[in-house]
């Protein structure tokens, strides 16, 4: 006979797990919960699945377990009691934001989404400073003053339970000065982080260290762009959703210690594969390439251990380091390309044009 549904129980064996083995012991609990209509782990478990693929592995994932948790949450919206609210919120947050890293769905649908989700803040009155960040965020690449604008109505606006780490917001603050080329007002945002007067999280100090160093790289400042890679390399090499930092740390250490950085490169790169975030992988592509062009002047050769599903697949392992290289950067040219006609302007094709300047 089967063992009987406890949903208890499976959760108590969920905290033993981490990493890839917790994804699929989340998606295995999902099911269960659903043949035994489980409604309120049903929920739990969405919730979990979501947080875990955003927060180390590859945020776009959330979005589906998101949607059906909201599908679950209108018919059966009492079962986290007052929390459920700040729940509901926060996970389809989770599948807002990345449609930042989706080239293929388009503005229109994204503030169909946005609207949608500021329906949801209205009705439980929590959640306005995030709609305000996410608004600034999803801009960036169009409209950096319309970003800011944006940014400056999330900081103005109070916080509550929903808010982001204050070390987080701060990071948000550097990246936002540093975009409109403000260093000034960036260090006054970087002084608490630096002089670690505010708690860290998984993402902090990472996002203020990734800020500064694709801005030195971006005007050619490789002097200050060193310290903060090599401190993000140190603490920013974790998993899968690490690659944007790996990224920006690899176009630096091109020019600053090319041995870590092939080290590091080929470590990450299977991280790529499958990856549906498409920002995630540009960044990672945009800073490998310009290791396998510095590796190119001394070497002809790069032994990597690459997953099959990758087109430039060798079976032998032994790669050209020319022809990898233009097939890293014909990765970062596509969606590159996708993203700004998503877009609707040339950003990532001026950004892709900035990492390949080599004068250092």
């Not at 917790?22 to 659903?34: G, N, P, V, Y």
């Not at 936002?176 to 080329?181: K, P, T």
């Not at 250490?253 to 990856?275: C, H, I, R, T, Y």
Request: charged share 25%.
């Amino acid at each position: 006979m089967a063992d009987k549904y406890d949903g208890d129980l499976i959760q108590e064996s969920l905290e033993l797990l981490k990493g890839a083995a917790l994804r699929e012991a989340l998606l295995s609990a999902i099911k269960q919960a659903d043949e035994a209509q489980d409604h309120y782990y049903r929920m739990f478990f969405r919730y979990q699945y979501a947080a875990e693929v955003y927060f180390h592995d590859d945020p776009p994932k959330a979005m589906p377990a998101a949607i059906e948790f909201s599908s679950i949450f209108e018919e059966y919206p009492d079962l986290f009691g007052s929390a459920g609210g700040e729940m509901y919120i926060m996970i389809m947050q989770l599948a807002v934001d990345p449609v930042v890293s989706l080239p293929q769905i388009p503005i229109s649908q994204w503030e169909e989404m946005m609207d949608q989700y500021y329906q949801l803040i209205k009705r439980f009155n929590i959640g306005h400073r995030t709609y305000w960040s996410q608004k600034s965020q999803f801009m960036i690449y169009i409209d950096k003053e319309k970003a800011f604008e944006y940014f400056q109505r999330f900081w103005k606006t109070g916080r509550d339970d929903l808010s982001d780490c204050r070390a987080c917001e701060r990071s948000f603050a550097v990246r936002m000065h540093l975009l409109m080329g403000d260093e000034e007002g960036a260090a006054v945002h970087a002084k608490p982080i630096k002089q670690r007067r505010l708690s860290f999280c998984k993402d902090t100090p990472h996002r203020m260290l990734k800020a500064y160093i694709e801005y030195a790289m971006d005007k050619g400042d490789l002097k200050m762009a060193i310290p903060y890679a090599r401190e993000l390399k140190r603490i920013g090499h974790r998993d899968r959703g690490d690659l944007s930092y790996i990224g920006a740390v690899l176009r630096c250490f091109a020019f600053s210690d090319l041995e870590q950085g092939v080290k590091l490169m080929a470590n990450s790169f299977p991280w790529a594969a499958g990856l549906w975030d498409e920002k995630m992988a540009y960044d990672f592509y945009k800073g490998a390439g310009a290791v396998l062009h510095q590796l190119s002047r001394k070497e002809e050769h790069i032994p990597l251990t690459l997953p099959e599903q990758f087109s430039c697949f060798r079976n032998d392992g032994v790669y050209p380091v020319k022809e990898l290289e233009q097939w890293v950067y014909g990765q970062a040219e596509d969606i590159a390309g996708r993203f700004d006609a998503r877009n609707g302007t040339n950003f990532f094709k001026d950004n892709l044009g900035l990492a390949v300047n080599y004068s250092y």
